[in-house]
């Protein structure tokens, strides 16, 4: 594990380096990230990307300070920001109970609901919450994430099931393994995009949910400025071109999922 941290580490702290303007004499904003949430975060041909990435190098240019992006194990992201190894985690964190004992979030970003996928053509078996809440087929999830507390706290009846990957939905489904998986927004529309022919997303939300960065409890400076900076981008239009880059299908939603 520590292994693979560092060389993802340096892989994007390299990446950051040389797309981020690097004023002299200001310390660089340490961003922890976890680059396995596309299209939040991710690595294409090892450099960082996506939505939390072009928000670092933004704010890094909105604050003044060089950027340096950190690849943290998903499991340490609050552990790193504690330590102070880290200033800021950016890496598609929904807002939580437990987490915001943790760390100090600011205003968040963007909603991004749980949501149900299922295989094309079955969507209309589910017209309501109320009818994925009941079900009693298996439910997929991603394993230790917020739609697995979610699933097993709400749909009781159903048999849960935790994936390793999100890279498995479209097999569980496709040979019924599961009837329904159950992931935010942003998350199912991503793997809905790869299996277009054979999966689709029941268009209501079960529960919502909000994304938005977390600083260490004591650093009220940077979650103000950093709260000032979201205003102007929400202002401006930079936080929806951002958004509107990576998720384009945004605009498409129904108004009960934006």
């Known amino acids: 594990m520590k292994a693979m941290r560092g060389w993802l580490g340096l892989l994007v702290v390299a990446w950051a380096s040389s797309c981020a303007s690097l004023p002299g004499g200001k310390a660089p904003l340490r961003v922890g990230l976890t680059p396995n949430y596309p299209p939040l975060i991710m690595l294409t041909e090892g450099r960082a990307a996506g939505v939390e990435c072009d928000f670092a190098v933004e704010l890094a240019k909105e604050l003044g300070r060089p950027l340096e992006l950190v690849s943290v194990p998903w499991e340490m992201l609050f552990e790193d920001l504690s330590a102070g190894h880290v200033d800021i985690l950016m890496s598609g964190l929904t807002v939580t109970l437990p987490r915001q004992a943790r760390a100090a979030f600011c205003e ?100 919502e949910q909000e994304l938005a960065w977390a600083v260490q409890g004591g650093d009220q400076a940077l979650k103000q400025q950093v709260n000032e900076i979201l205003a102007r981008w929400g202002a401006d239009g930079t936080r929806d071109r951002i958004l509107d880059r990576w998720m384009p299908y945004r605009r498409m939603l129904p108004d009960n999922m934006k």
């Open 108 to 207: 968040p970003y963007m909603s991004n609901p749980l949501v149900a996928v299922v295989r094309r053509g079955e969507a209309e078996k589910y017209p309501d919450a109320d009818s994925v809440l009941g079900a009693t087929a298996g439910i997929g999830v991603l394993g230790k994430s917020s739609a697995d507390t979610f699933a097993r706290r709400r749909c009781g009846a159903a048999r849960i099931l935790p994936l390793t990957t999100r890279e498995d939905v479209g097999f569980y489904l496709a040979n019924q393994r599961i009837e329904l998986y159950i992931d935010d927004l942003s998350a199912a529309v991503d793997i809905i995009s790869r299996n277009e022919a054979r999966l689709e997303l029941v268009r209501f939300p079960l529960e």
